[in-house]
């Protein structure tokens, strides 16, 4: 074999043993998905960070758990198509404050299993109501944000007693969206039509689209948009799975919620800017206020749709007044 040969088959070896290095690494540094499913990442004091559990179907849902085990529990429920990443603000400020803060990636959504089914939301309920028994949260205050008030409304309407104290609804979609001869004032089918159309069609571009104009307000006269939370958006929506996505649409749309909020007996907060282009006040906020036995409603003017993140120092310190009242 002359020294070239020799050269080249040196390096051949090295090559497979440098591969072979880096397979055993990659597959060494993977997470315990099977333990991740059925126990919480750890802290050396014993406070879980993050973690899964998984449903009755085989669903891993991904939650963040913060604070003290001791403390009062507020669980945040976000909207579509987004993870509890959107959260980071109110939990970062209720964990300061004391509280236990909980964020949950909905199923197809952020970092949980992106589902082929169980994308509606009786599922999106029991989900939820799997991690309260899993966590044993007691006396907590859910709070949801859009679709998410949707599935707070949903899972307080069925919760065990003594499981939540009192839910905010902020942007939500109760009582129903969808445009009908019950709900006249609603939005007309075709809207939520071009939502899939568009989704189908380009997701990425649709989930550029959205956070630029009407979500934030940033398409209004005057509006400064943020290039950081435009492309957080889209970072967000793009974990998700597009099937879940595009069934959520009809979820948070079409489901309707009257029976729901009749049925609560805990106090309600109701939070809405009536400058929402997503999930327009009229149809939505004063009409889910009419409906709840014990529900308070805030108007805020000329405020957008995603509101926690465009004005946290005001819906943080009016959370924590109503939860503390």
Not at 7 to 13: E, K, P, S, Y
Not at 17 to 22: E, F, K, Q, W
Not at 170 to 183: L, Q, R, T
């Amino acid at each position: 074999m002359n020294d070239k040969a020799i050269a080249l088959n040196l390096d051949a070896t090295r090559r497979d043993l440098l591969i072979a290095a880096g397979a055993a690494f990659a597959v060494a540094a993977l997470p315990n998905r099977a333990s991740a499913a059925s126990q919480s990442t750890e802290t050396k004091k014993g406070k879980s960070i993050m973690s899964f559990i998984k449903t009755e179907d085989g669903t891993e849902i991904f939650y963040k758990d913060w604070g003290a085990r001791d403390a009062q529990p507020i669980v945040f429920h976000h909207g579509w198509p987004l993870s509890a990443d959107d959260w980071d603000n109110q939990m970062m400020y209720f964990l300061d404050k004391g509280f236990r803060v909980i964020a949950h990636d909905r199923r197809g959504h952020g970092r949980s299993t992106q589902t082929y089914t169980g994308n509606e939301m009786d599922t999106y309920a029991a989900d939820v109501a799997e991690l309260a028994e899993k966590l044993d949260l007691k006396n907590a205050i859910h709070v949801g944000h859009s679709t998410g008030g949707g599935e707070v409304a949903h899972y307080v309407a069925r919760a065990k007693p003594g499981r939540v104290a009192k839910a905010v609804l902020i942007g939500a979609v109760p009582p129903i969206m969808v445009k009908s001869e019950k709900n006249p004032g609603g939005l007309p089918i075709e809207v939520f039509d071009s939502f899939r159309a568009a989704l189908v069609a380009n997701r990425a571009q649709f989930f550029l689209d959205v956070p630029a104009g009407p979500f934030y307000g940033y398409n209004r006269e005057g509006a400064k948009p943020s290039q950081g939370v435009i492309e957080n958006w889209w970072r967000q929506g793009m974990m998700g799975g597009a099937k879940a996505h595009y069934d959520c649409i009809k979820a948070f749309s079409e489901t309707d919620f009257t029976e729901d909020l009749k049925r609560i007996e805990v106090p309600v907060l109701i939070m809405h800017g009536d400058d929402d282009q997503i999930v327009p006040y009229a149809d939505s906020a004063p009409l889910s206020a009419k409906l709840l036995k014990n529900g308070t409603l805030k108007t805020y003017k000329g405020l957008p749709h995603g509101l926690c993140t465009t004005h946290p120092e005001i819906i943080n310190p009016d959370l924590l007044d109503f939860i503390k009242s």
